[in-house]
């Protein structure tokens, strides 16, 4: 899945299921799979550039941590700017939901 | 911030692959484990290599090793098929290398002239203006002066006047080309002797008052042996005794496109080596030639209103001699007193000479290019099927494309590098004295250069990428449809474009050279109204030897009574100045009897002293009277003869034998009537003009003309010796016929259609491999076709005319595109062709034939081989 979203938009999804605490890569993955009723299942090879992007830009920050079944995982933590870039996102995203159910009602 | 991330982990990139392995290593053990499937695990997650691929990418969009492994694939793709790699870089090396012997041409000749000189591009040429007369004219002295006292806008203003002298070498006399210049001219160029000094302020004041000079670096270097306690010593010029007080740095060849200087004196000396006496106190003595330096950020359109205003004020104040005078600015490369002018028109069109040149070269790239990506389409799908995605097979064919221009631009910078003195040879020696036209290769030529060569690439690269828009992957990997001949396939279209592009451009070029040969034969043909064929000319510089008047005078009478006893002389003669040699000839304000001029015309009309016998040794002939003889002498009646046109213009043709003419103010008897022949150059229209006997205005002769059958070379020795008899420290100049003085001055269009024709073969050259290989591809790919034609029935002959005809339908389209922009364009040739109409039927209709037999050529191979396709085989395959 994942390549069928608006553009942008995982990265904005990857930073909310952050704002529920700091998660390794296969937690997101789940979280966002749990959440969406199974409906987004992202895959590595969305899932991973976009944390990437996320670490370039400063908006994540990484740090190698223990799992709960006790293995090395990465974990991932907004930052503030993070938390600045997400409200951002909400904001145009609802407004383009607003503007797309406008045109979808037309039809 | 984004930068540094991007710097941390350019140095951390091991441990940050070992991390993200680890990482998704983890996220799919953790699948497996939730789904309790490996398989599915996989399936869920995709490829992971590409995956770990794009993560880093987010990092590094463009990858290093991205970049050296198209590089290593490139070159192994260019050493796979040498041909054509070689045929690749040979095509562009000749269009890149053109550019760039071009490019560097018109940097030192006309943005960059002078070696040396600092802030060249604040330097603007100056000149006079007259009102009611068209081009330029000198400055006097003390305009000159004005002008530097004035002008807030200028830092400095440097006098240079180009002229001649000899220089006596033991029984051999040099012409040696010096500079006239003010006493801040090496200060304000920044150029500083390497010995002893420039010139002093003040040097340039007074009447002969500063006999020094500052010596070139040859000069030194030749006739001074590099002796190191040069500074100090004297050398005669012009029959002063100079002290030498400087020696200029290598390299610097003084401030004139064409010629390099060899000695410098200030102004003060102007009138020892141009005669007219003391100029420098009157302002009615034009004879400066200057440039100005602009001061940082000032235009050229400020500089001049604020000249312009200067020229107004001095309208005002010397009205005598100032009223309807001008100052003009010329940027650098439009210097009208130097070769810069002459050159700018051949220099042009040599530009867009060989940017057609490159057009042709990268179409013809393009196809081979094209060519070979039909046959890579198989790799490319593969590459497509297996992940790449297209932005990545772009980048790598753009590589492959560069890595052709690059190889290709390194060896045109070669071969412009080894051109860049070869304009110069086109040009003959004038009076023994070579032209100096060196290219120059500086970082603005390599920026260009490097310009074209990105353009190239591009051109080259996007040609077979646009092809991978097409690739389909389902339709690709089954076998392919073959051309066929003279289908509208998408990919021949293409090709055929390219084609008929490269024939157009040929066609246009041809044209071009073709209409400056044929100038270039009229010109040869003109009968320029003197015999060229049985006449020599050559000089004795008299003035430089330091002879005056009388003395002169006395030599020439004896060196003539020697030269006509010499076996194989008809006849010789004196005059000041040889038709078509770079010498000007004096004007006069003119008055005739019953010719009455309008209120604000000054009837003056150029002319030349010669010598008794003068016409007949040239052979311009006479419609009337008699020409000069001895009797004709400072103490007899003062006479003239004029032309025709002046005969036409101000007599009304009546004959004017017997009548008067007012030459500078003073009356004269019109001996005779002279046929009008071309005076300064083979172009000009016909104009009136006149003689003086060489005794009635004062001038030695300085032009002997010789009337013999004999060789010139004969000549020369036997003139040597005369000479060196009456006086052992003269020589006279080179000896050359009238035939070479003709050709001499036509060599801007000689070089024109040299460069023209070379050019142009090589085009045409390319085009017809561009058409060839083309043809040749469609018919290896159209195999199955012709076999299945010749299976039906088609002979020999059938498929030899569909194959050729396919060929020649591509010239014809190509002729007809080519002739209409040859008609839009051969004007621009403009003051190059002579006398030939820029849409000249001959010339189009030859450059027509010229073509199609080329094309004609380049089709009937492919079309042989078409005819000897087995169909049996073919079917069967």
């Given at each position: 899945m994942g390549n069928d979203l608006l553009p942008g938009t995982l990265d904005m999804l990857v930073l909310s299921s952050l704002t529920r605490g700091a998660r390794h890569g296969y937690g997101i993955a789940q979280d966002l799979k749990k959440i969406s009723a199974d409906v987004l299942d992202v895959g590595e090879s969305s899932l991973y550039p976009a944390l990437q992007r996320l670490l370039l830009n400063g908006w994540v920050t990484a740090e190698w941590g223990a799992s709960e079944n006790n293995r090395r995982a990465r974990y991932y933590k907004l930052t503030a700017a993070g938390r600045k870039q997400l409200a951002a996102e909400n904001r145009e995203f609802a407004r383009m939901i607003v503007a797309i159910q406008k045109v979808m009602s037309c039809a | 911030m984004r930068l540094i991330r991007r710097i941390l982990y350019f140095f951390g990139q091991r441990r940050q692959a070992t991390e993200l392995a680890e990482e998704m290593d983890f996220h799919r053990q953790m699948l497996e484990q939730e789904s309790g499937d490996r398989h599915a695990a996989n399936r869920r997650m995709g490829a992971s290599t590409l995956a770990r691929e794009d993560a880093r990418a987010v990092w590094f969009p463009l990858r290093l090793d991205n970049v050296l492994q198209d590089l290593r694939v490139g070159f192994r793709m260019l050493r796979r098929s040498p041909g054509f790699s070689i045929l690749a870089i040979l095509c562009l090396t000749l269009g890149i290398g053109a550019n760039a012997a071009v490019f560097s041409w018109i940097e030192g000749i006309l943005f960059r002239p002078y070696q040396l000189v600092a802030h060249q591009e604040r330097l603007l040429a100056i000149t006079g203006t007259a009102r009611g007369e068209a081009g330029h004219t000198s400055i006097s002295w003390p305009?000159?002066?004005?002008?530097?006292?004035?002008?807030?806008?200028v830092d400095s203003f440097i006098v240079t006047k180009i002229m001649g002298t000899t220089l006596s070498l033991g029984d051999r006399a040099e012409r040696t080309i010096g500079s006239i210049v003010s006493a801040n001219y090496f200060d304000a160029i920044g150029v500083h002797p390497i010995l002893g000094r420039g010139f002093e302020p003040g040097e340039d004041v007074?009447?002969?008052?500063?006999?020094?000079?500052?010596?070139?670096?040859?000069?030194?270097?030749?006739?001074?042996?590099?002796?190191?306690?040069?500074?100090?010593?004297?050398?005669?010029?012009?029959?002063?005794?100079?002290?030498?007080?400087?020696?200029a740095p290598e390299g610097f060849l003084g401030t004139f496109v064409g010629w390099g200087m060899q000695f410098w004196v200030p102004a003060s000396m102007e009138e020892t080596f141009e005669g007219g006496g003391y100029?420098?106190?009157?302002?009615?003595?034009?004879?400066?030639?200057?440039?100005?330096?602009?001061?940082?950020?000032?235009?050229?359109?400020?500089?001049?209103?604020?000249?312009?205003a200067v020229a107004k004020r001095l309208e005002t104040d010397f009205p005598a001699t100032n009223r309807g005078r001008g100052i003009k600015l010329w940027p650098l490369w439009q210097t009208p007193f130097n070769n810069a002018g002459t050159l700018l028109p051949t220099l042009g069109i040599m530009l867009a000479v060989v940017v057609f040149v490159l057009l042709i070269a990268c179409a013809n790239v393009g196809n081979l290019l094209l060519v070979r990506s039909f046959a890579r389409r198989h790799e490319m799908t593969v590459r497509v099927a297996v992940g790449a995605g297209r932005g990545r097979l772009v980048q790598q064919l753009i590589t492959e494309g560069m890595i052709l221009s690059i190889l290709a631009a390194t060896s045109g910078l070669l071969v412009a590098h080894w051109c860049r003195h070869a304009l110069v040879l086109l040009f003959p020696a004038r009076g023994g004295v070579a032209m100096t036209l060196p290219g120059e290769i500086d970082w603005r030529v390599l920026a260009l250069s490097a310009g074209v060569c990105l353009i190239s690439t591009l051109l080259l690269g996007l040609v077979p990428a646009l092809q991978t828009r097409k690739i389909d992957l389902a339709g690709a990997l089954k076998s392919e449809m073959s051309g066929v001949v003279g289908g509208a396939h998408g990919k021949s279209m293409l090709r055929s474009t390219l084609v008929v592009l490269q024939v157009s451009l040929s066609f246009l070029l041809l044209?071009?050279?073709?209409?400056l040969m044929q100038s270039l034969q009229r010109i040869r043909n003109l009968n320029p109204g003197f015999s060229t064929k049985g006449v020599l000319e050559t000089a004795v510089d008299l003035r430089g030897a330091g002879y005056d008047l009388q003395r002169a005078v006395n030599f020439n009478e004896e060196l003539l009574d020697r030269v006509k006893a010499l076996p194989g002389i008809e006849s010789a003669a004196f005059a000041r100045n040889t038709p078509l040699s770079y010498g000007s000839y004096s004007s006069s304000p003119i008055a005739v009897d019953g010719y009455q001029p309008t209120p604000d015309e000054q009837p003056s009309v150029e002319y030349n002293q010669v010598g008794p016998g003068y016409f007949s040794t040239i052979g311009i002939p006479l419609l009337s009277g008699r020409e000069f003889t001895r009797a004709d002498n400072e103490t007899s009646a003062p006479v003239a003869i004029v032309n025709d046109v002046m005969v036409a213009q101000y007599w009304r043709d009546d004959d004017p034998v017997g009548k008067r003419l007012q030459v500078k103010g003073q009356w004269r008897q019109v001996i005779g009537v002279a046929k009008v022949s071309k005076y300064q150059s083979v172009r000009e229209n016909p104009k009136p003009f006149?003689?003086?006997?060489?005794?009635?205005?004062?001038?030695?002769?300085?032009?002997?003309?010789?009337?013999?059958?004999?060789?010139?070379?004969?000549?020369?020795?036997?003139?040597?010796?005369?000479?060196?008899t009456l006086d052992a420290n003269l020589a006279p100049y080179e000896v050359i016929s009238l035939q070479e003085q003709m050709d001499r001055s036509t060599s801007p269009q000689r070089v024109a259609v040299t460069l023209l024709g070379v050019l142009?073969?090589?085009?045409?050259?390319?085009?017809?491999?561009?058409?060839?290989?083309?043809?040749?591809?469609?018919v290896s790919q159209s195999s199955r076709e012709l076999g299945l034609r010749m299976a039906l029935g088609a002979g020999a002959s059938n498929l030899l005319r569909l194959v050729v005809s396919h060929g020649l339908a591509l010239t014809t389209a190509g002729v007809v595109l080519g002739a209409a922009a040859a008609l839009l364009l051969t004007r621009l040739l403009g003051n190059l062709l002579f006398k030939v109409s820029p849409r000249d039927p001959v010339t189009f209709a030859s450059a027509f034939i010229v073509m199609t037999v080329a094309a004609a050529a380049a089709c009937f191979l492919p079309a042989w081989r078409a005819t000897r396709t087995d169909p049996a085989r073919i079917l069967r395959d």
């Open positions: - | 305009d000159f002066l004005d002008l530097q006292k004035n002008c807030t806008l007074g009447s002969n008052a500063h006999p020094v000079t500052v010596i070139g670096y040859q000069l030194w270097q030749s006739r001074f042996k590099a002796d190191p306690n040069i500074i100090g010593k004297t050398q005669r010029l012009n029959g002063i005794e100079h002290t030498i007080v400087g020696v100029k420098l106190e009157d302002r009615g003595g034009r004879w400066i030639e200057a440039y100005a330096r602009l001061k940082p950020g000032v235009t050229l359109e400020q500089a001049q209103q604020e000249i312009s044209v071009g050279a073709g209409l006149f003689y003086l006997p060489l005794r009635q205005d004062s001038t030695p002769g300085i032009a002997l003309n010789m009337r013999t059958h004999l060789p010139a070379e004969t000549i020369a020795t036997a003139l040597a010796r005369e000479v060196h142009g073969g090589l085009a045409l050259l390319l085009a017809t491999i561009g058409l060839y290989a083309v043809m040749s591809y469609t």
